[in-house]
């Protein structure tokens, strides 16, 4: 990965690097959107990271554009799938994967959020970490239209790039390498990321 390479080595990637590092992060993003084992937040920040350290004005404009459309279309995606595989009569490995992925207690947090407070959880639902998969069930369990989802994740995937760019732009600005910057960003994101897990096990 192009943009990941000049982090670990202090370069500046030129256009054609660039050209190549976008699509990159874009096709990384959307698999990790389909498949919930990509550290995809830790991707973004890292590219944030080194958007910040170039000259390019517009560097971090296109990390944004890349990430979240990425997502979006990757979250569309998934609910697609997870729809089709509600109304088969065996279901899919699809739907399978997102209810292995959502443990029961989340699951009817989810559902009760989502009936009263409705899109509102959809949009919070990609910021809470391992809180995208259990929303997105219950608004299938829901039998929300792709429709409606649509114009709920559409913001969720906004904030969320936002967020994540963010903590890489913290990173990129309190070292002066960018490769320093991703090892802060990365160790931020997991972090957060395991955080509601040792809040959990402390208090039981």
Known sequence: MTWLAAATTGATPGAAGQAIG????F???FLGALVPVVPTGALVSSAAVVAFHQTA???LLFVFVTASSAAFLGDIALYWLGRRGMKS???SRWLEALRSRAPEERLSQAQGKLADHGVAVLVLSRLVPAGRIPVMLACLMAEWPLRRFVRGN???CLAWAVTYQLIGILGG????EPWQGVVAAVALTVAISAAPT???RVRS
């Open 57 to 59: 004005p517009l560097a």
């Open 27 to 29: 096709l990384l993003v």
């Open 154 to 156: 559409l913001p969720a």
């Open 173 to 176: 600005s309190l070292f002066p």
């Open 89 to 91: 009569k065996n279901g």
């Open 22 to 25: 976008y699509p990159t992060l």
């Open 198 to 200: 040792v809040w959990k």
